[in-house]
């Protein structure tokens, strides 16, 4: 007979676990990597695809989706405009007391856009013309256009700058017509006076004085020729190249500025901010040529922000842009000036007037200049300018443009309207362009890209899925595969022992630190019931796999004598006490092995 014993079981076993442990280690690893670099790679060409379609929505081709949005925008744009009243204007003349503002607004006004002319050439290039004009909408501000305030008189102040190094005679003379027509250097106008302008009687005697060459009008006002002009523009399409979407060329018939020193201060860098490139990244700056500035405007990136519930980045205008060479040297070219201050651009060159360009309410400007004025309160959420980008199309969602138009007056001998007055900016009015697209475009936009993710998570889960069913699949068939290797084999506790009978048993003691006494586990269906004691309870259970016969057709009798043989066939089950002679050959020297 053959018997295994409980070491050749857990061999088995032990082999089985080793093989189904490597197994399942493999298909976990490459279900983990497949969970990991699956989605990545599906990812990867997904990606690829919508930047693709991207940029071929975004190009400024008449085929693309921007096209027309673009050439005709049908999304509000708002300009709104804050005024600052002058509250103690006669004291601030005779005894050079702080001016006391009031800030009065907003006036806002629906700014519409027209882009015709259109010409496509070589390398890219679209000219065209845009024609820009406001119409003022009541129900978005404080008050009306004839709303009026005390301002200053800007074409006094103005003169009386020109006229700083001139002779006696001609100060004398711009005085006398200033005295006539009762002008002094603060001024009532209204909302509409202030920006589009206003016929100065004032101005009318000094250009027939003059001449139209050294006057060439006497319309004056903020923005007199803003409102319904024209300008020509070349750009680039982006068709090669998109991050060159949108780019100046050309603006005005201009490749470059005139009015800065140094080149590149004069460079026109950017594009007009109506569209940006697509592809943006936290590490770039976002240039926009602004025409009040003079010059492109550098916008930064600030912070990640939530946007509609769409990921979205914030760029803003930075400190240094109204900087002088001081605080900020490369901006050594915006100052044609002996001295600049710190935190206004003077636009002098470009305008026809002292003007300076600031950050609403002096932001960033020097401590100096806004404790010039009772009234100036700078608050970085109100004023600071900045633009809310989605980085993978460019789209803006959301801009505010913010700047400040003040007047330099200062005090000229000759002049008496200018005496004793303080020679600094004077703010006249703060203006925001706002522009937000509908939430709906960034919720199509939300939807779009949930699909996309969720493409994603179903090749994640479908590779986590494979692993599982793998896993147990495994599992179930290492389970059947070890219960068949041990169907029918005994348990000892302490090895597994294998016999085949060849010839009589005699009592001899069992080596190798087995005990003297094994039971062998013999079918007993035939024999009838089992009257082994507990005593008598098996160590060890083994199969009867050859031929032998029952050591006694007894089933109580619970040992083999030394002079008995075995031969027959298999028998049933019955519990048999032997003892294993090494005379014959028959003792096993260790586990696993046959005699």
């Not at 600052?84 to 006669?90: E, K, P």
């Not at 994603?456 to 147990?472: G, K, N, P, S």
């Not at 389970?479 to 009592?507: A, F, H, N, P, W």
């Amino acid at each position: 007979m053959t018997c295994r014993s409980r070491s050749t079981c857990a061999t088995c076993c032990l082999a089985y676990a080793m093989c189904f442990m490597v197994t399942l280690s493999i298909i976990i690893m490459v279900s983990i990597m497949g969970a990991i670099k699956g989605p990545s790679a599906v990812n990867e060409m997904v990606e690829d695809k919508i930047s693709t379609v991207i940029d071929e929505m975004m190009v400024l081709e008449p085929s693309s989706e921007i096209f027309q949005s673009w050439l005709d925008p049908q999304i509000p744009i708002y300009q709104k405009f804050y005024f600052f009243d002058v509250q103690n204007a006669d004291d601030v003349l005779n005894r050079g007391a702080k001016p006391r503002l009031v800030e009065i607004g907003p006036y806002t006004y629906r700014v519409s856009i027209s882009r015709y002319n259109l010409t496509f050439g070589d390398n890219d290039t679209l000219s065209f013309k845009q024609k820009t004009w406001m119409e003022f909408v009541p129900e978005l501000s404080v008050g009306y256009e004839n709303d009026s305030f005390t301002t200053v008189n800007i074409p006094l102040a103005a003169s009386v700058s020109v006229l700083k190094y001139a002779d006696w005679f001609s100060k004398m003379s711009v005085s006398a017509v200033a005295s006539i027509h009762g002008h002094q250097m603060f001024i009532k106008l209204s909302v509409g006076e202030i920006l589009w302008g206003y016929e100065d009687p004032f101005m009318k005697q000094l250009q027939d004085l003059a001449g139209k060459e050294a006057i060439p009008s006497y319309v004056v006002g903020i923005l007199p020729h803003v409102n319904g002009s024209v300008i020509s523009s070349v750009i680039n399409t982006g068709a090669s190249n998109i991050t060159e979407l949108n780019k100046l060329i050309e603006w005005n018939g201009m490749t470059e500025l005139d009015w800065w020193g140094s080149k590149e201060a004069n460079m026109i860098n950017g594009s007009d901010g109506s569209i940006l490139h697509p592809e943006m990244t936290a590490e770039e700056t976002i240039y926009v040529y602004d025409q009040i500035h003079c010059r492109s405007v550098p916008y930064i990136y600030k912070e990640d922000i939530t946007f509609y519930d769409v990921p979205m980045m914030k760029f803003h205008i930075p400190w240094y842009t109204y900087a002088n060479a001081s605080s900020y040297p490369p901006n050594a070219g915006f100052c044609l000036q002996d001295s600049c201050p710190d935190g206004i651009l003077n636009v002098t060159s470009c305008m026809d007037a002292n003007f300076g360009i600031s950050a609403p309410h002096f932001l960033y400007a020097s401590p100096d200049i806004i404790d010039s004025f009772d009234g100036i309160e700078p608050n970085e959420t109100k004023h600071q300018s900045y633009m809310v980008v989605e980085p993978v199309t460019g789209v803006s969602y959301t801009q505010r443009r913010r700047l400040q138009m003040n007047l330099y007056m200062e005090s000229v001998d000759g002049i008496m309207q200018s005496e004793g007055i303080r020679s600094m900016y004077y703010p006249l009015t703060w203006i925001e362009m706002g522009v937000d697209l509908p939430e709906s475009l960034a919720t199509d936009y939300k939807n779009q890209m949930s699909a996309v993710e969720g493409f994603d998570d179903m090749v994640f889960y479908a590779f986590i899925a494979t692993a599982i069913f793998c896993f147990v699949l495994l599992m179930l068939t290492a389970i059947c595969v070890i219960l068949q290797c041990c169907k029918k084999r005994g348990v000892r506790d302490d090895s597994y022992v294998t016999m085949k009978k060849e010839g009589s048993i005699t009592s001899k003691t069992y080596t190798d630190g087995i005990p003297t006494d094994i039971y062998v586990k013999i079918p007993n269906e035939d024999i009838g019931n089992n009257n082994v004691t507990d005593e008598q309870k098996y160590e060890q259970k083994c199969d009867i796999i050859t031929e032998s016969t029952v050591l006694s057709n007894d089933h109580t009798h619970k040992h083999q004598t030394d002079d008995e043989s075995s031969s027959g066939d298999e028998y049933d089950e019955v519990l048999w006490k032997v003892h294993i002679s090494e005379a014959n050959g028959n003792v096993i020297s260790g586990p696993e092995t046959q005699v």
